[in-house]
């Protein structure tokens, strides 16, 4: 009986390491985005966006940031509705700026009264150049004022060939050569009188030879 039970336990045995090997390694019930980072280090970075998306309503992050910002944006929008002071230290406990909160009170909660979620919107925006990363915007669904993108700054054009001088009509010209002529020339000097002395003729001096008189 052993002999035949045998291929049946080593089924038996197979099949439980399957599920166990399954059960490592895939991500059942864990909707925590780590995003490469220890647990103090991503929520700082989440708090950090939060902050800059209350200031500048739009940021542009990588994709995966964005989805990770986005339920903790949603969830302060929601504190901010309620309006309490509960709600106030808890947001205070989150981002840690106070005027980042107020902003986000008296401001950002006040505009989305009416919605009752939905409050944020990602754009995606394509590959990033240097790694290849997925980029997009973050933004405010009642954003009034969006902040746009600098625009690159165009090269500079090149100069224009200025343009040559005309020619003078002819009536010009025969006018400047006329004034020209009558125009009293530069005083020739006089031719000065030949010298009646002759001129002395000079000695030569020889190198290397004794002379006569010696």
């Known amino acids: 009986m052993a002999l035949r039970q045998w291929p049946y336990l080593l089924l038996a045995n197979s099949k439980r390491l399957c599920e166990d090997r399954v059960s ?3 991500r059942h019930q864990k909707k925590t985005i780590k995003l490469g ?3 103090d280090h991503r929520r700082a970075l989440l708090a950090n966006q939060v ?3 209350i200031e500048h309503q739009r940021i542009k992050t990588t994709l995966a940031k964005a989805k990770a910002v986005r339920p903790l944006a949603e969830r302060m929008v929601t504190l901010g509705k309620n309006g309490s002071i509960h709600a106030r230290r808890r947001a205070l406990a989150v981002l840690r700026q106070k005027n980042i909160v ?4 008296d401001d950002i909660a006040q505009r989305s009264a009416e919605r009752n979620g939905g409050y ?4 995606k925006l394509g590959a990033r150049k240097s790694d290849s990363a997925r980029m997009a915007f ?5 954003a009034e004022h969006i902040a746009e993108e600098k625009p690159k700054k ?3 054009k090149r100069k224009e060939p200025e343009a040559k001088p005309q020619q003078a009509e002819p009536e010009q010209a025969a006018a400047q050569e006329e004034t020209k002529a ?3 020339g530069p005083r020739q000097e006089e031719p000065t009188a030949p010298s009646t002395e002759e001129p002395k003729p000079k000695k030569r001096r020889w190198f290397g030879r004794k002379s006569d008189d010696s």
Do not use: G, N, Y
């Not at 944020?120 to 754009?123: A, G, L, N, P, S």
């Not at 973050?138 to 009642?142: A, F, L, M, P």
């Open 24 to 26: 490592s390694h895939m």
């Open 37 to 39: 980072r220890t647990a």
């Open 51 to 53: 902050c800059a998306l």
């Open 102 to 105: 107020k902003k986000l009170f």
């Open 120 to 123: 944020t919107r990602i754009v």
């Open 138 to 142: 973050i933004e405010w669904v009642d």
């Open 154 to 156: 165009e090269k500079a």
């Open 182 to 184: 009558e125009a009293p």
